[in-house]
T-cell receptor
Framework: GESVGLHLPTLSVQEGDNSIINCAYSNSASDYFIWYKQESGKGPQFIIDIRSNMDKRQGQRVTVLLNKTVKHLSLQIAATQPGDSAVYFCAETSAGGTSYGKLTFGQGTILTVHP | GAGVSQSPSNKVTEKGKDVELRCDPISGHTALYWYRQSLGQGLEFLIYFQGNSAPDKSGLPSDRFSAERTGGSVSTLTIQRTQQEDSAVYLC?????????????FGNGTRLTVT
């Protein structure tokens, strides 16, 4: 079936570095993508989203890039801080589903930021 | 304001017993979702409510799983005759609507352990 997957299960960076987390998706009908951050013992927290009619969107210290040609999504975190250490999930959904809240999640990438 | 609240936060039960997991969504959120997070399967969609109706139950793994929502608010996920493979974190999320501008807000989940 259709799925969303991540290239790297773990990423370790130094505080202050920029981080890039990648995600590949296979459902060409997907038209909405979201990045979530999950800290230990907590539920996923919304970071940033992007629609398929865009290729870049910026938030505070975060940027999401979408390449529909190769079905690739990335999350860039600028000046990574220890508080950014968490598991990051990409998720996709489409207008063809029952709801935009019915998400297909990737496996997750563990980001560790060293002081 | 209060976020999505789930109870209990942890539940240990014996194989074969029934369990009920509760979700209190954010006030005013009409859409409610249940997801399951397990080591082997990642984050999986279970069921979606719009108001008290469930237009999409496609993610429920078996007929031992059921859910209801009353008063357009509280939802209960029931697992009958629990099995060890039911052990997972059960996450509830709510959103204002089902459209693209209604991001999901997740609770911290109920960690279910079936012994």
């Amino acid at each position: 079936g259709e799925s969303v997957g991540l290239h790297l299960p773990t990423l370790s960076v130094q505080e202050g570095d920029n981080s890039i987390i990648n995600c590949a998706y296979s459902n060409s009908a997907s038209d909405y993508f979201i990045w979530y951050k999950q800290e230990s013992g907590k539920g996923p927290q919304f970071i940033i989203d992007i629609r398929s009619n865009m290729d870049k969107r910026q938030g505070q210290r975060v940027t999401v890039l979408l390449n529909k040609t190769v079905k690739h999504l990335s999350l860039q975190i600028a000046a990574t801080q220890p508080g950014d250490s968490a598991v990051y999930f990409c998720a996709e959904t489409s207008a063809g589903g029952t709801s935009y809240g019915k998400l297909t999640f990737g496996q997750g990438t563990i980001l560790t930021v060293h002081p | 304001g209060a976020g999505v609240s789930q109870s209990p936060s942890n539940k240990v039960t014996e194989k074969g017993k029934d369990v009920e997991l509760r979700c209190d969504p954010i006030s005013g959120h009409t859409a409610l979702y249940w997801y399951r997070q397990s080591l082997g399967q990642g984050l999986e969609f279970l069921i979606y409510f719009q108001g008290n109706s469930a237009p999409d139950k496609s993610g429920l793994p078996s007929d031992r799983f059921s859910a209801e929502r009353t008063g357009g608010s509280v939802s209960t996920l029931t697992i009958q005759r629990t099995q060890q493979e039911d052990s997972a974190v059960y996450l509830c999320a709510s959103s204002l609507g089902q459209g693209i501008n209604s991001p999901l807000h997740f609770g911290n989940g109920t960690r279910l352990t079936v012994t």
